[in-house]
């Protein structure tokens, strides 16, 4: 069964809200209306000899609250969290809310998510004997979960020829369902579950939307498909979309299982069902958690996904997830979670040349992966300004047949999704499309496999696409199809649509964390999808190209396992670690990142792009335990019942802070606020030695503007494996309160190893200055 929706991966990039239903559940009949709610709940309370097992624990609070608990009940979670979902009405609620051990109560959140070549323009090579694939095995061995929206197992991605035998540690199940047998399972795929309750009790009204969706782990959309092959994809020769980019497609760990748990469906992503998928994966024996969706910032203690996160953490499970696709607006970051890696995107050096000619012989360059060169004809081109029905925007039943027949139509990005416009275009009879970016998307290329001949332009294409348009009376252009071309020293910089930092929440973690490429990937698609993600597009392909943090955080998920397989025993923060202080500021021709036209700063991309062979060997790391994360939650005044919450651990952040003053959590970026008033502030820093077990490290600073930095000591001399040594910075802001408050300013810090110059950990520093007093 196909799909009927529209346009999901327009969700993916512009956050729309959803316009679908799915299941015809039973309504119920009570009055007034249910929610469903996460119950949390002390992890010590329940009395041993009472309840047969911690479901029976959970229930009995449903029991004392309404009369039929189990109709009611939707998960009872016990690995990511201990507790319960379920459904209950606002006197029910007050109920709840009064029993004894009942921790805290969030309503259930919806998420939204985040949405061939990019294994080599990362160096990764698998010939290159001393590389990072080589070295890990190929990420051999790791188990990736990817929570999103199921898995299409006949992708030849998912072909598990060549892979080893399944982890015997591995829990899993492959749970069956529509369209989905125990078979659907091998090497490659090791496990696949669905979780739907949350989804299923929100969307009980029918819509004139309806959907068809697998009940299963069968993806009916598209992008659980793509993110799980970029994690681990089996290599696909001669893989392209529609002849585009044509070459063999990996993904990042070709040796790493795959483990599939749906969460997402056309609704959206409900944190009940996250949770509970989670509470399976860390029971189910994952090493990485790959999380392509999220919400809005809030703060920790009401976020499930950091809650869970929490709890994974502490069972070594590294969490990445995407930062969102809410940029380039400032704040915008989500899942900053400490102790999760946030990931933003950037873009590829490959382009899809497809260039306008204008009636005026002046020629715009433009970005299409449409195929073939017969389209290539000179049409009149026509912007449909002015009106109230969104022309501009090729918005439905905006374009009259007898404007836009046989025409090129120009269609500005924004509003409705950018797939959905091509087919706007052509059902109204627009025989081709230019796709123009506004003011806020710049220059970003992110293109899609439009129904119809189609092109993208810039920004600055645009307004000179514009002024050409009014200055005739019959403008014409013609689209000439370039193919694929790669490098042509195109720089890397931050897509406009990667969500950017100070966090929200805790802007003494700053994120992202790091950036990846997240801009025109191609990876596997669903079978009985066009290349569009439409319903109208009846092309079929194994391969189709998307962009969003969606695309980036598999990346880095693919490489943790790399990292994972090659060290077995590193925590999640020393993954991390590896990851963030050996990421590149600069390209591959020696050119600053860019954001927009400036180069891009720590609230754009974090510590900077990944370098996987490089940090498959990082040569020390800032590693981190569950602890010192709660210290953290108490420097950032979190109440010692939000600490309950997220850590079910219960501190008393006065006694702790006694034992450390000046504590400062051992993260590999640096952020240091000062406050009005303040002149100086010491941080302090441990590395430990994952290298030579012999080896000597030397400083080098980069102070931020108005800031003088020291450090102490200079050198660290390690003399065995694992050797942790401690150095302390301080920051002396030399022109104290005359910057505007919330000015930043940007350095680093960096140790070199003195025996080969090469190996360097390099932190990210921000300073900000702030006026108010208590942040
Ligand atoms: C085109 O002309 C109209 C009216 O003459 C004007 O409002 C508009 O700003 C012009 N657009 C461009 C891009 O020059
Ligand atoms: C997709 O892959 C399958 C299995 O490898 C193959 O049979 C099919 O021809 C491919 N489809 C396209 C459109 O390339
Ligand atoms: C935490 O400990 C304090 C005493 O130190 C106690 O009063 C409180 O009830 C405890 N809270 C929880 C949630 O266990
Ligand atoms: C490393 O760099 C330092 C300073 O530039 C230099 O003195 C030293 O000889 C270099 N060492 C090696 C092994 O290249």
Redesign the pocket.
């Given at each position: 069964m196909a799909p009927k929706n529209l346009l999901f991966w327009a969700i993916l990039l512009y956050s729309f809200s959803n316009p679908t239903y799915s299941f015809s559940t039973p309504t119920y009949a009570h009055q007034p209306p249910l929610k469903t709610y996460i119950i949390q709940l002390h992890p010590e309370a329940m009395p041993d000899s009472v309840f047969a097992s911690k479901c029976h624990w959970h229930l009995s609070f449903l029991e004392k609250t309404v009369t039929d608990p189990s109709s009611r009940l939707l998960y009872s979670y016990q690995s990511a969290m201990e507790g319960f979902s379920a459904q209950l009405s606002e006197p029910e609620l007050d109920l709840m809310r009064k029993l004894q051990h009942v921790v805290a109560i969030r309503p259930d959140r919806v998420h939204q998510l985040h949405t061939t070549y990019s294994y080599k323009f990362m160096g990764l090579s698998p010939t290159n004997a001393g590389g990072a694939w080589v070295k890990s095995g190929f990420g051999r061995g790791s188990i990736v979960g990817v929570l999103d929206t199921g898995v299409w197992p006949e992708s030849p991605s998912f072909d598990d020829r060549g892979m080893p035998p399944v982890p015997k540690r591995w829990r899993g199940v492959c749970q069956q369902g529509e369209g989905f047998k125990t078979e659907n399972c091998n090497r490659k795929l090791i496990g696949a579950r669905f979780f739907s309750k949350g989804h299923r009790v929100a969307s009980l009204s029918p819509s004139e939307d309806d959907v068809a969706e697998y009940l299963s782990p069968r993806d009916s959309h598209g992008h659980g498909t793509h993110t799980a092959s970029t994690v681990g994809g089996s290599a696909v020769p001669m893989a392209s979309v529609l002849g585009n980019g044509a070459g063999t497609a990996r993904g990042m760990a070709p040796g790493a299982h795959i483990a599939i748990y749906k969460v997402c469906w056309f609704s959206g992503c409900y944190s009940s069902d996250i949770l509970a998928a989670m509470d399976e994966a860390i029971r189910d024996g994952v090493d990485i958690l790959s999380l392509s969706l999220g919400g809005f910032p809030i703060p920790l203690y009401d976020d499930s996904i950091a809650i869970g996160s929490f709890r994974a953490m502490e069972h070594k499970i590294s969490v990445i997830c995407a930062a969102g696709n809410n940029g380039p607006i400032a704040n915008s970051v989500a899942n900053v979670a400490p102790w999760v890696a946030t990931i933003g995107a950037s873009t590829l050096d490959r382009r899809f040349p497809a260039v306008v000619h204008m009636g005026n012989g002046k020629i715009l360059y433009g970005e299409s992966v449409y195929p073939g060169t017969s389209h290539e004809k000179q049409l009149e081109v026509v912007y449909l300004t002015g009106g109230d029905r969104g022309g501009n925007y090729c918005l439905k039943g905006s374009l009259p047949r007898n404007k836009v027949e046989g025409k090129m139509v120009v269609c500005d990005r924004g509003v409705n999704g950018r797939a959905e416009k091509g087919e706007i275009v052509k059902e109204a009879g627009g025989a081709a499309m230019i796709l123009a970016n506004t003011e806020i998307n710049m220059e970003e290329d992110s293109i899609d496999a439009h129904v119809l001949p189609a092109t993208l332009i810039g920004f600055s294409e645009s307004v000179q696409l514009k002024s050409y348009i009014n200055s005739t009376r019959r403008p014409a252009g013609r689209i000439i199809f370039g193919g694929t071309v790669i490098g042509e020293a195109r720089g890397t910089s931050v897509a406009q649509f990667s969500s950017r930092g100070p966090s929200f929440t805790d802007p003494v973690i700053p994120k992202p964390d790091v950036i990846a490429p997240g801009v025109n990937i191609i990876a596997a698609w669903p079978q009985n999808l066009g290349p569009s993600g439409l319903p109208e597009d009846s092309r079929r392909v194994n391969f189709t190209i998307m962009s969003g943090t969606s695309m980036s955080c598999p990346h880095v998920g693919g490489l943790a396992a790399l990292i994972r397989a090659a060290h077995p025993k590193w925590s999640p923060a020393a993954i991390k670690s590896a990851l963030m202080t050996t990421a590149e500021v600069t390209d591959r021709y020696g050119k600053p990142i860019m954001d927009g036209k400036k180069p891009a700063g720590i609230l754009a991309m974090g510590a900077g792009h990944v370098n996987p062979e490089r940090a498959i060997e990082p040569g020390l790391v800032y590693d981190i335990t569950p602890d010192e994360y709660i210290m953290h939650l108490c420097t950032i005044r979190y109440t010692q019942s939000e600490i309950f919450t997220i850590t079910h651990r219960n501190v008393s952040c006065q006694d702790i802070m006694k034992k450390d003053k000046g504590f400062s959590l051992n993260y590999p970026s640096i952020s240091v606020i000062f406050k009005s008033g303040m002149t100086g502030k010491m941080i302090k820093r441990r590395v430990t030695n994952v290298g030579e077990p012999k080896s000597t490290y030397t400083v080098q600073v980069v102070a931020p503007q108005g800031v003088k930095v020291r450090v102490k000591p200079r050198r660290l001399s390690f003399s065995r494996s694992y050797q942790a040594l401690t150095y302390r910075v301080w920051f002396i802001l030399q022109k104290p309160s005359r910057s505007k408050s919330g000015t930043f300013s940007q350095g680093q810090l960096t140790w070199m190893n003195?025996?080969?110059?090469k190996t360097k950990i390099r932190s990210p520093i921000l300073v900000t200055k702030s006026t108010s007093k208590n942040h």
């Open positions: 003195l025996k080969d110059n």
